[in-house]
T-cell receptor, first 113, second 111 residues
Framework: EAQVTQNPRYLITVTGKKLTVTCSQNMNHEYMSWYRQDPGLGLRQIYYSMNVEVTDKGDVPEGYKVSRKEKRNFPLILESPSPNQTSLYFC????????????FGSGTRLTVV | SQQGEEDPQALSIQEGENATMNCSYKTSINNLQWYRQNSGRGLVHLILIRSNEREKHSGRLRVTLDTSKKSSSLLITASRAADTASYFCATEKIGYSTLTFGKGTMLLVSP
């Protein structure tokens, strides 16, 4: 089944403890992206990647890192999480620009205390 | 930055009625897409309309695009309780490789 898989689904952590949210897609998509969703703010893009080793900042990249060493994986790294990073995170992938819909993962609900 | 803005923010209708949601955006686009999200779950792609298209259909969905007014509408005909969800428009701007989402319309369809 074509899908984007995020792990973990839920995560509670403490301020400052580094964490990684994994994202993997099995559709050979070139484009991958991370979003966070907050009440009243909608979905905001954190980082995106147009291909292996090519990443770029979205609208809210502060406090996050990403890497794209393989086409299928696009992990989101929080080096020193803070409470304002408590949010619902989504990974998405698509064939690329020019008219392809995105496939979203099921989301990771992160709480930083 | 928010590119699309949906209207209304919330919509409540009865089963069998039609639901219309609108989206306005600010800059020139390659395409506009509509997504559905069920309560905290991942978004599901519904339909994509390119900037050179004016109308598109998919099952009970009808999307229109007016690039002169920078607006789009999503019509769901003969709504069902299972259509209860949040609906988001998203735009891919010319010259950019990213998709920018609006804040969504919450649709409640009552049996």
């Amino acid at each position: 089944e074509a899908q984007v898989t995020q792990n973990p689904r839920y995560l509670i952590t403490v301020t400052g403890k580094k964490l990684t949210v994994t994202c993997s897609q099995n559709m050979n998509h070139e484009y991958m992206s991370w979003y966070r969703q907050d009440p009243g703010l909608g979905l905001r893009q954190i980082y995106y990647s147009m291909n292996v080793e090519v990443t770029d900042k979205g609208d809210v990249p502060e406090g996050y890192k990403v890497s794209r060493k393989e086409k299928r994986n696009f992990p989101l790294i929080l080096e020193s999480p803070s409470p304002n990073q408590t949010s619902l995170y989504f990974c998405a992938s698509s064939l690329g620009t020019g008219g392809s819909g995105y496939t979203f993962g099921s989301g990771t609900r992160l709480t930083v205390v | 930055s928010q590119q699309g803005e949906e209207d209304p923010q919330a919509l409540s209708i009865q089963e069998g009625e039609n639901a219309t949601m609108n989206c306005s955006y600010k800059t020139s686009i390659n395409n506009l897409q509509w997504y559905r999200q069920n309560s905290g779950r991942g978004l599901v792609h519904l339909i994509l309309i390119r900037s050179n298209e004016r109308e598109k259909h998919s099952g009970r969905l009808r999307v229109t695009l007016d690039t002169s007014k920078k607006s789009s509408s999503l019509l769901i005909t003969a709504s069902r309780a299972a259509d209860t969800a949040s609906y988001f428009c998203a735009t891919e701007k010319i010259g950019y490789s990213t998709l920018t989402f609006g804040k969504g319309t919450m649709l409640l369809v009552s049996p």
